[in-house]
């Protein structure tokens, strides 16, 4: 048994990062007949880790269900960054019960709430009938540990995060668009984020191995690729002999993908070289994600965040000058631990200034072990609630007018799918990621067509094929 603590993750060790390269070691029909149930809470890092898991699975023989009730295997690929995410997947652990009273069932907990120490105290006291716990270090060893576990619950979580995994199959949701990972964990520490607690110290993949990977899903057909990480602009500065960013995505863009993206940035780690190759290759997609979480310089350094109001305004200046039509999203925390309202006032300045494309909004939730969960706050969560909605109600009325500017012209959008919306139409993404609903034939599907936009809303438009 291995279970994860705060002290041991905060750590940062200067042991060098080993890189392993994975074999086939796992590649059998042990779990024949088996059908697994697989629920993933959180950002795009756990959809990707997901795709791992699936494969990890099905090289066994297992095929996946979507009816919780018909599994052999249920794994909850979990999220730490909210407390009602916590809350939502202790209560599914409930469901799980009700039927394992009755039938055989492996329960599996895996993701970001699995490295919280709180989380698996709780889980070794409250909830027994969980068999199998493991972190976001040893994703690879699920086999392992499925094929070995008896009847007594397993925790094998790792604190230390130590090496980069290579060779790590995944079964890819989508044909069309790929996730890359290109590095793990982060070494920010902002004050209220959990992700360097539970995702590690920051450890880039080599270049060549990215690349590699780029090629052949360049190979397969792939038309879309993003590049992944906690904070990918600072990728390469904990390797030696690395290329910076900049460097990187212009390498990925040469290999002839037609749609190249990343998420998430640091405003911190945004350079002016990244800026330069994003507005010189048309294949580098205009549009960034670029969290502001307050628009208070005040907020910001009790955020540890490494920039003011000033520097963030003067960095989104720049990118909307060099990189041409450009889109920009953020991430907005409303009500951290006393924050005025004239801090908050600060923020509605400066989404009034930028107005953004599009914004998540969230109000601030203290994780234990972070140093923003020990500050006293003196404000009220219903004025935090008012603020969120104050806030909100900004955000849409930009949103609303950008994606009014695109009625009535023609844009290029990569179709993806079927749209949710109407099952005639099909719907994809611009290439400033904005969804639309297209009046075009299914075969477009996995094709970049001319849209020509007819109707556009807060969140989404309609369009018809050129
Ligand atoms: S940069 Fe992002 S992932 Fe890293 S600590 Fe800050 S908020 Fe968390």
Request: charged share 30%; with cysteine.
């Amino acid at each position: 048994m291995k279970l994860p603590n705060y002290e041991d993750e905060r750590k940062r060790t200067n042991e060098e990062v080993k890189f392993i390269y994975l074999d086939d070691e796992f590649n059998n029909d042990a779990l024949k007949n088996k059908k697994y149930f697989l629920k993933t809470y959180g950002c795009q890092m756990n959809v990707h880790d997901s795709e791992e898991l699936r494969a990890h699975l099905e090289n066994l023989g297992a095929v996946e269900t979507d009816d919780l009730d018909e599994s052999d295997i249920v794994i909850l690929n979990t999220c730490a960054i909210r407390e009602n995410a916590h809350d939502k997947v202790f209560g599914y652990l409930g469901r799980c019960k009700h039927i394992k009273e009755q039938r055989d069932l492996i329960i599996c907990l895996c993701g970001c709430m699995a490295q919280e120490e709180s989380v698996t105290t709780e889980i070794r006291e409250k909830y027994p009938y969980v068999d199998i716990v493991f972190g976001t270090h040893n994703i690879h060893e699920l086999p392992k540990l499925i094929l070995n576990h008896q009847k007594k619950q397993d925790i094998e979580v790792y604190s230390i995060e130590g090496n980069v995994y290579e060779n790590i199959p995944y079964k890819r949701d989508s044909k069309i668009s790929a996730w890359v990972n290109i590095m793990y964990g982060c070494d920010k520490f902002c004050t209220y984020c959990i992700v360097p607690y539970t995702r590690g110290k920051q450890r880039s993949r080599k270049s060549i191995d990215i690349i590699d990977e780029v090629n052949d899903l360049v190979k397969c057909g792939y038309q879309e690729i993003t590049l992944l990480g906690q904070n990918v602009n600072a990728y390469g500065k904990d390797l030696d002999n690395e290329v910076s960013f900049a460097k990187l995505l212009e390498l990925v863009a040469k290999t002839g993908i037609k749609r190249l993206r990343f998420v998430t940035s640091h405003p911190w780690d945004f350079t002016d070289e990244m800026i330069d190759v994003i507005s010189k290759y048309d294949n580098i997609m205009p549009y960034i994600h670029l969290p502001l979480q307050s628009g208070s310089s005040k907020i910001l350094k009790l955020m540890g965040r490494r920039y003011t109001k000033e520097e963030y305004l003067d960095l989104y200046k720049k990118m909307k000058e060099k990189i041409s039509d450009v889109a920009i999203t953020t991430d907005i925390i409303v009500g951290f631990p006393n924050e005025s309202d004239e801090d908050f006032s600060e923020t509605l300045d400066v989404v009034k200034k930028c107005e953004f494309d599009s914004a998540y909004t969230f109000i601030y939730s203290p994780r234990i072990g972070t140093p923003a969960a020990k500050m006293k706050d003196s404000v009220s969560l219903e004025t935090k609630e008012k603020r969120l909605q104050e806030l909100n109600k900004l955000i849409n009325h930009y949103s609303n007018i950008k994606n009014k500017e695109y009625l009535n012209k023609t844009v290029k959008v990569l179709i993806t799918g079927i749209s949710d919306k109407d099952n005639n139409k099909v719907c994809g993404y611009t290439e400033t990621m904005k969804l639309v609903n297209v009046d075009a034939p299914k075969d477009t599907i996995g094709k970049i067509i001319d849209v020509k936009i007819t109707d556009t809303k807060s969140f989404s438009m309609d369009g018809e094929i050129v």
